[in-house]
């Protein structure tokens, strides 16, 4: 357990230069895997693991969401301040968007582009 606690903070620190979605879905799984490692040993039939699962997937999606919010918003859209206009990558054939608030770019589905 303590193996599998070490690795996933290894991979949090690996990830702070990602955006605040990945930071934040990156923290929240590993809060919610120890938070639901402790809570799976200590009630019921005691299994850690499967604690430490369901406790990282919740955290996961909650931190993403909390991650893509501070960011001013997951997809592009008109009235979001901290979104600017669309531009076309002609190579990707697909449309991003500059985050006024970080400097980093994103598609328009809310998906990392670069930084």
Known sequence: MLKSLLIVSVAVVGLSACGATTRGAATGAAMGAAAG????????SGDAETGAII????????GAYAGCRSEGGCRWTEDNPNQSQLY?????NRYYYINN???????????????
Do not use: F, K, P, Q
């Open 88 to 92: 076309l990558d002609s190579r990707a």
């Open 55 to 62: 406790g990282g997937v919740v955290g996961g999606a909650a």
């Open 101 to 115: 608030r970080d400097g980093c770019t994103y598609w328009r589905n809310g998906e990392y582009r670069a930084c």
């Open 37 to 44: 490692a402790v809570i799976g040993n200590n009630t019921g």
